[in-house]
Structure formats: structure tokens, C-alpha cells
């Protein structure tokens, strides 16, 4: 009678466990739907090689084609104070380069609408710091990116629209290697590392010793008094129209035209890739 019992059941947890299980064909359904942000292999090589270079945080801004906002061709540092946790970009900096850009003929979705950057650990979903960052420095643009590579080769996209139903959607990440590129160039990926990326330490309020800098090109020590946060460039895109209208109607004429390019749902979101990507 009690193995009858016992047996009866372990067959309606199995069958409970199976009922409660998405099907893997409803699954990768869903994922079929998503948008997705593609690399070019270049930059993605570059984004392996600044995300390796240190063991902070580092962050920055992907450089689009013209053809395709979600085509990652560079990826672009400013000047940034970073650690373990957090990435704080130089104000002035973002401004900068913003205006390079422009001057360069490129339009404000190819290299202000993307924001990448990395954790030092294995997990790349985004932290509550993150996700503050990303509303108060990218929510007054129409559609944005938020991409994070962590060491372990973990990846985390999703793409939000700031108008009409302000909808997130999750991304699929690829790395074209249909499209041309060019040779990697590590000593100009080193040389833009150390120009940008400061090492901040936070003096440990239990012991007299502070964070060790590990070499790199500059390093700071905060002390619990300082304030750290991320920056709040909003003002460089004001001054470049990002809060305006920028061309972004061929983004609205293609969910226009094909209604499951977003579908709204919100799911396991973490893809990985691997370091060599293949």
C-alpha cells in the first residue's frame, strides 16, 4: 500500500513538473521573435579585448552603421572613473565625443543610442545601479540599447522605446562575420583604454589599507565622503537632439510593417557567447 502511494506520487510530481514546463519549441519561438544586436567581429573583438584589459567595470558607446541602428561597428570609450561595481563617465568627455561624432557626419541613433559595458564577474544582469543609469541617462530618448558582457562571456541586451507604450523588449546577440572588418589593432585598443579608463578605490572603512590599483594607467582613492555615482550626460544629448525627433522613423515604419519584430513578453534574457566566438 505505501509503495503504491509513494509511486502514485512520484507520477503526479513528474506530471506537474511537465505541465508547468514551457515546450522548448514555444521557447525558441519566442526567441525567434526578438530583435537582435549583431557585431561585427572588430568590434566585438575590441569589446573582448577593453572588457579583459582591467578588473573594473568599463563602459562606452557603440558606433552603428548607417543602414542598421542595431549593427555594432565600434565600440568608443570616454573618459570614465570605474571599479568592481560601478562605471562614471566624464561629463565633458561625453560631450566631446558626441561632437566628434557629429562632426564626423554620423547622426545621433548610430553612436548615442547604445550603451555597452561590462561586469568583471560571470553574471551579466543588469544591477539596480545599472538599471537607475540606464532611466536617468537614456530615458528621454525614443528607443535605446542597454548591452553588458561579462567576464565569463555572458551577454545581456534589451532594447526599450521611450514613446508611445514605452515597451522593453530582450534581444538575441549575434556576431556577424558576414560583414566586412577590419584587422584587430590592439596597441590603438591599449593606448584608448589607458587614455579613458581610471581605476577609482574606495578606502575599506574596516582596515587602514585600501584597494590595491593593479597597474593601471591611473588610479584614485575614494574616501566614504565622495560621491559616486554615474554621470548624467543628458545635457551632451541636448546638445547633439537627442531628445528630438532624429530620424528615427524608419524604426516605427518597421514595427509598422512587421508586427512580430517586437512581441512584448518578458523571459529568460542571458545569452552566452563564447570569448572566441564562432
Not at 514555444?26 to 549583431?38: F, L, M
Request: hydrophobic residues 35%.
Amino acid at each position: 500500500m505505501n509503495a503504491a502511494i509513494c509511486v502514485s506520487k512520484t507520477r503526479n510530481k513528474k506530471t506537474r513538473k511537465k505541465q508547468n514546463r514551457e515546450p522548448s519549441s514555444q521557447r525558441r519561438r519566442r526567441r525567434s521573435n526578438r530583435p537582435t544586436i549583431r557585431f561585427t567581429p572588430y568590434a566585438w573583438a575590441k569589446l573582448l579585448y577593453l572588457r579583459d584589459a582591467g578588473n573594473t567595470e568599463i563602459g562606452g558607446f557603440a558606433v552603428t552603421s548607417a543602414t542598421d541602428p542595431l549593427l555594432v561597428e565600434d565600440v568608443c570609450l570616454v573618459r570614465q572613473r570605474c571599479t568592481s561595481v560601478t562605471v562614471e563617465f566624464d561629463d565633458n568627455s561625453v560631450a566631446d565625443f558626441f561632437d566628434d561624432q557629429v562632426d564626423a557626419g554620423l547622426k545621433p541613433e548610430q553612436f548615442g543610442r547604445i550603451w555597452i559595458h561590462t561586469h568583471p564577474g560571470t553574471g551579466a544582469a543588469p544591477s539596480p545601479t545599472d538599471e537607475e543609469t540606464f532611466d536617468r541617462c537614456f530615458g528621454n530618448v525614443e528607443w535605446t540599447v542597454m548591452f553588458i558582457l561579462a567576464k565569463g562571456g555572458e551577454t545581456y541586451a534589451r532594447l526599450r522605446f521611450n514613446v508611445g507604450p514605452r515597451a522593453s523588449q530582450l534581444m538575441n546577440v549575434e556576431v556577424d562575420y558576414m560583414q566586412r572588418f577590419d584587422a584587430s589593432n590592439a596597441a590603438d585598443w591599449q593606448r584608448e583604454f589607458a587614455a579613458n579608463v581610471r581605476k577609482v578605490t574606495r578606502r575599506n572603512r574596516f582596515s587602514p589599507l585600501s584597494e590595491p590599483a593593479d597597474d593601471y594607467p591611473f588610479s584614485h582613492q575614494l574616501d566614504d565622503a565622495d560621491e559616486h555615482r554615474p554621470g548624467d550626460f543628458n545635457v551632451a544629448l541636448k546638445q547633439n537632439g537627442g531628445l528630438e525627433q532624429s530620424g528615427d522613423d524608419d524604426w516605427f515604419n518597421r514595427l509598422d510593417a512587421d508586427p512580430l519584430f517586437l512581441d512584448w513578453e518578458d523571459d529568460e534574457c542571458e545569452t552566452l557567447l563564447s570569448t572566441t566566438p564562432g
